[in-house]
């Protein structure tokens, strides 16, 4: 999934958007059926609409409990799986469309398996959709299930599986994130985006590259001279810089 465009200038720091990344984990059918609870498997339900623009009406409340298996996951994976949830959740608040009802507002969670009864809680909040994640370990690999419910109907409107590596949670959860946004509002979400600028922290000017929330940076090149000015091609895969040398790719 290609990248959208940012842009960003800073004294002499320069932040463009644009990285187009290969995909390194799995996206799956989605999941049989949302637990917890024998709802049906979750199908588009061409009778909800949920139309939100920015600036035109309040956030959309979106009830989000601790994702299940946090707790449980052993070794890196309990980590994976904790920088996961955050990261849904930070990409949902940073998106502006969203008033999120974390923990801290919902309190202790007791699920019967009746989804009529257990969105009650939520629904008496004020949430008008509810975000289930699920996360499990597979040998080395991790495997995200999230879902989304309406609260009105307590019908499911949105599941997506996910898996890979515990070293691309956040990725994973930027692309759930976006999938969300893209969903209920209609429109495509940032979370995936990258900025590339120039630092001389290695003790030369070089390029590196940061997800838009200005985490996991890396640095791309390593001239060992001056290397500055990154631009995009168009169509997202590459970028060209400028340096002592020339220009460079």
Do not use: C
Request: charged share 20%; proline share 10%; no cysteine.
């Amino acid at each position: 999934m290609r990248s959208k465009a940012l842009a960003l200038t800073a004294s002499a720091v320069l932040l463009v958007a644009g990285l187009s990344l290969p995909r390194i984990f799995a996206q799956e059918p989605p999941p049989p059926g949302p637990p917890p609870g024998n709802t049906p498997p979750p199908e588009q339900d061409p009778q909800v609409t949920l139309e939100l623009n920015r600036g035109q009406r309040p956030p959309m409340k979106l009830a989000m409990p601790p994702f299940r298996g946090t707790q449980t996951l052993p070794g890196a994976a309990a980590g994976a799986a904790r920088e996961m949830e955050q990261t849904v959740r930070r990409d949902l608040e940073n998106s502006g469309y969203f008033e999120i009802l974390g923990p801290e507002r919902i309190g202790p969670v007791k699920w019967s398996g009746d989804m009529q009864r257990d969105v009650e809680p939520f629904r008496a909040l004020g949430a008008e959709t509810l975000l289930l994640g699920d996360i499990r370990a597979e040998g080395d690999r991790i495997v995200f299930e999230g879902r989304l419910f309406d609260i009105a109907s307590a019908q499911p409107i949105l599941a997506k599986r996910y898996r890979g590596s515990v070293t691309v949670s956040r990725r994973i959860a930027h692309t759930f994130a976006d999938e969300v946004i893209r969903y209920l509002v209609g429109k495509p979400g940032i979370s995936q985006s990258s900025l590339a600028f120039t630092s001389d922290r290695s003790g030369h000017k070089e390029i590196w590259v940061m997800d838009y929330d200005g985490q996991n940076q890396r640095r791309i090149t390593g001239h060992r001279s001056t290397s500055m000015s990154p631009a995009w091609s168009p169509n997202g895969e590459s970028f060209t810089a400028s340096s002592a040398a020339g220009h460079s790719r």
